[in-house]
């Protein structure tokens, strides 16, 4: 089986190779990489290091190194393809079967037309070979010429008296074999034709010109033309037809007439992340056309839902700032006076894998839309979109254009200087999530406050569940909403009073693990012994599931695990604002051994009542020994302290 490249740079960008790694090896991040004990060799000290940029792993120590496919080939013993099939069913793209793939980027071109001989007498074969009237094979043809049009190349075969016998045939050339022509090669030949007939064109001049684009700037994005002629392309074109109607650019109506997509229109190539050609854009010259604008279909080598326009350009020009914007003129305008990370959807709504890719490029990213009403909807559905996808570390901006501009007139007409305090102005999704949801709301009465937080409730669940940004959102909201006033119960005269709340080992060790998630390590063993209804038992899971990617940082680590407990808020909440146990646990240490004496306590009492419990002598007898040994270490504990 033979897998194109491309296949395997899509399967690539659609795997994280730390979480891949992560699964096999212990890592733990490192400034801007993750470090790890290398599993190709024995060793002590970590030196075996995952570049998360990058998407590569390289170990110092035995000089291992690669991606993640490399990885699993030498990790598993396996070959290429063995993994390629495993990361094809993780990753949702499909690997070619018998090189279809490679099939489907091919197609036949015609054979030219057989050369022909005009004679009134087949005896004299040789006299008028020197005159016989052909169509050269693979003939180049000029489309800069103003005449081309007016060429025909089957027009001499067209236009022969069909006399009996006048004919003679060049059999060599019917027995040509049938070229294969590739999609890719074509797109690119179309894309010269296009940008080779806009000289030819003044109106597509004057349009570039009336919107501010310079002779370098058109040669750079490549713009063209498509002439108002129904078959152009046909006409440039006649060995290809077949691949022409394959990327969608050649059509045939319901009379059986066939025509091109794209006429009297200017013409906007677009570029996979590699540079290829893959499609075109067209924008109709005559406002009265419609659609005003019109995109290349879907194709084996098309796909809008997952391309962006000027992605590759602006990978090209090293931008380390991107910024979402609706159309192709945006981007080329943005380009022009030196915003080089603008791109653009091509006709569809923002996805969840526009955002995906754009965050490979940068954690932080920008999106700008229309001040008005149809631009706030977007806004909306794309927050809804950006959500899930918005992991610790993951910054996302919302630009909102005045309403009498689009980001390309609005940097015209105020300037590079207004338009980048614009937009670093612009608001984090946070404080854009407060205005859009609280716009309506009176938040100055509870039951405003009230409903701006349901309106919140279900936008957060759509948050990871492992990272802190649930936790802080909410505190945020909160905050705004002016409700950081924690209450605090009035003061008891009353002793007896004081010893009505009941204080549990398991609240403790609950406060505890929520101000100091590393000490995990002291309450791993209770997973064996607690009751799967324990509030404890369900926050140790979770514990057990997240800990290895805690950030090394104690508050984030907290933010981190109050994130991923958010199902539980309210009751520990409670448990936190009842334990007060942050006054006891200021210093590590002492957290430490506190950890250590809830861990024992609640080991030795839920060994007890699993005593109780047991139904057979083996198993009592088990338990009986297990409690004897904590028994020990209890004892030898307080003798030591």
């Known amino acids: 089986m033979a897998i194109p490249q491309h296949t395997i740079d899509q399967i690539l960008d659609r795997t994280d190779i730390v979480d891949l790694i992560g699964q096999r090896v212990k890592l733990k991040k490192t400034g801007r990489t993750y470090s790890g004990c290398c599993p190709f060799h024995q060793e002590k000290s970590p030196s075996f290091h995952v570049y998360q940029d990058k998407q590569y792993f390289h170990c110092f120590g035995c000089q291992a190194n690669g991606n993640a496919i490399r990885f699993l080939m030498d990790i598993d013993h396996r070959n290429f393809i063995d993994v390629m099939k495993d990361l094809s069913s993780q990753t949702g793209i499909e690997l070619p079967k018998d090189n279809v793939d490679n099939k489907k980027l091919s197609y036949k071109r015609e054979v030219p037309k057989p050369q022909i001989q005009l004679t009134s007498n087949k005896n004299n074969n040789t006299q008028n070979s020197s005159t016989q009237k052909t169509v050269p094979q693979n003939q180049s043809v000029d489309i800069s010429s103003t005449s081309f049009f007016e060429v025909d190349p089957f027009e001499a075969f067209q236009n022969t008296p069909d006399y009996e016998g006048m004919y003679e045939h060049d059999f060599n050339a019917e027995l040509q074999i049938q070229q294969e022509g590739n999609l890719y090669d074509l797109l690119e030949n179309v894309a010269q034709f296009y940008e080779k007939q806009l000289p030819q064109s003044k109106i597509a001049q004057q349009y570039f010109k009336k919107r501010g684009l310079s002779s370098e700037t058109i040669q750079y994005w490549r713009l063209g033309y498509a002439p108002e002629d129904w078959q152009h392309l046909e006409k440039a074109f006649p060995q290809d037809i077949e691949g022409l109607k394959l990327v969608g650019l050649i059509r045939t109506s319901d009379n059986g ?17 590699k540079g290829r050609v893959v499609g075109f854009g067209g924008r109709a010259l005559n406002d009265e056309i419609k659609p005003k604008y019109i995109n290349s279909p879907d194709s084996e080598v098309f796909h809008k839902n997952q391309l962006l ?17 609706e159309g192709y003129m945006d981007v080329i305008a943005l380009q022009q006076y030196g915003i080089y990370g603008a791109v653009a959807t091509l006709g569809t709504a923002s996805n969840a894998e526009h955002l995906t890719t754009l965050f490979k490029q940068n954690n932080q990213i920008t999106i700008a839309f229309d001040g008005d009403a149809a631009g706030q909807k977007a806004a909306r559905r794309t927050l809804e979109i950006a959500l899930p996808l918005l992991n610790d570390g993951r910054e996302l901006k919302f630009f909102v254009v005045p309403k009498e501009h689009d980001p390309d007139s609005l940097i015209r007409k105020e300037g590079i200087e207004t338009f980048h305090k614009l937009w670093q102005g612009s608001p984090l999704l946070s404080d854009f999530m407060f205005a859009l949801l609280s716009q309506n709301y009176d938040i100055t009465t509870p039951e405003g406050k009230s409903q701006v937080m349901a309106e919140l409730n279900p936008l ?40 009505n709340i009941s204080m549990r080992d398991e609240d403790f060790a609950i406060a505890t693990l929520m101000h100091h998630p590393f000490l995990y390590i002291h309450f791993e063993v209770l997973r064996a012994l607690l009751p799967t209804d324990e509030l404890l038992s369900h926050i140790l899971a979770i514990f057990d599931t997240i800990f290895d990617h805690l950030p090394n ?11 991923a407990c958010s199902a539980y808020q309210h009751e520990l909440a409670a448990i936190i604002q009842r334990t007060n146990i942050e006054t006891l646990i200021d210093a590590p240490e002492i957290a430490d051994n506190l950890a250590s004496e809830y861990s024992l306590a609640l080991q030795e009492k839920y060994l007890r009542l699993k005593i109780k419990a047991s139904t057979t002598l083996i198993e009592k007898r088990n338990l009986r020994q297990q409690l004897n040994n904590l028994t020990k270490r209890i004892g030898l504990k307080l003798t030591l302290s």
């Open 257 to 273: 007439r066939e025509f091109d997509l794209l006429r009297e229109r200017v013409i906007f190539p677009i570029r996979d992340v």
């Open 309 to 325: 326009y000027g992605l590759f350009e602006g990978r090209k020009q090293k931008a380390n700032q991107w910024l979402m914007v």
């Open 460 to 499: 957060v669940e759509l948050l990871p569940k492992q990272g802190s940004y649930r936790y802080l959102l909410r505190q945020f909201f909160r905050e705004k909403l002016g409700f950081n006033k924690k209450w605090q119960p009035p003061a008891s005269v009353d002793a007896s009073l004081s010893f």
């Open 553 to 563: 940082d104690q508050e984030l680590a907290t933010y981190y695990i109050l994130g």
